[in-house]
């Protein structure tokens, strides 16, 4: 069974100064706590910034896709 967390961008005033890592720590002790054993994080393909931040916190890009479509 899967659940979602979401987060929108931060405001500029906050970026690169941890908060996106202190908030990845807690969800990651958080989910290990629940023995959650795997993670999916979606990402703008061109958020080379927030990418870096996954990263760095040992997250890895795959070669899946999202496809999308809108009914009008």
Do not use: C, P, W
Not at 1 to 23: D, H, I, P, V, W
């Amino acid at each position: 069974m899967g659940s979602n967390f979401e987060r929108r961008t931060g405001k500029q005033a906050y970026r690169r100064k941890g908060a996106a890592t202190a908030l990845l720590n807690l969800l990651e002790k958080e989910l290990s706590r629940r023995s959650v054993v795997d993670v999916r994080i979606l990402t703008g393909s061109t958020n080379h910034s927030a990418q870096r931040t996954y990263e760095n916190k040992g997250y890895s890009i795959d070669n899946e896709a999202v496809l999308t479509k809108q009914f009008l």
